[in-house]
């Protein structure tokens, strides 16, 4: 990869974990599968109550450099506010701190971002692990659907 190349950061060998499940036939494999007929919803929630936020965790094999988020959603169950969080530790899997908000649109079609840190150095050795956290959904009962989700940028190199 050279210059200003990007890759997708997603394979095999990639981790998905979900805050939720509707049923096991809208699973979190269904995320990166590549068939537009399969997605991941999460289970329904009463706001302030349960359920909210929703969320994707995304663990790599080696350290990357995200650049760019692209997610296609079924119109009417949006994550319509989304923080991206990267993990404080080496696991990945105890705190997170947020490193950029999307503002997804409220459509069926593919959205991309660039996710640009809101602090410049949160990038510097790159990450582990990436997190959307879905704070709001334009579902009245905070259900967020999902078709595909692709994470793109480089891999980390010191």
Request: contains cysteine.
């Amino acid at each position: 990869m050279t210059g200003g190349e990007l890759s997708s950061l997603i394979n095999e060998e990639t981790s998905i974990k979900v805050s939720s499940t509707l049923e096991k036939a809208n699973g979190k494999r269904n995320l990166i599968d590549g068939s537009p007929e399969t997605c991941w919803t999460s289970q329904q929630s009463f706001r302030n109550i349960q359920g909210l936020p929703q969320f994707i965790q995304l663990g790599f094999t080696n350290r990357v450099i995200p650049k760019r988020v692209s997610i296609t959603f079924q119109g009417g169950f949006v994550g319509t506010r989304c923080a991206i969080c990267i993990p404080t530790d080496e696991s990945g899997k105890k705190d997170w701190r947020p490193f950029t908000t999307i503002f997804p649109e409220d459509v069926n079609r593919r959205q991309m971002f660039e996710l640009v840190p809101s602090q410049p150095d949160l990038l510097t050795e790159g990450v582990i692990a990436l997190k959307l956290v879905f704070e709001e959904s334009s579902d009245f009962f905070g259900r967020i659907t999902v078709y595909d989700v692709a994470v793109e940028g480089s891999s980390a190199r010191f």
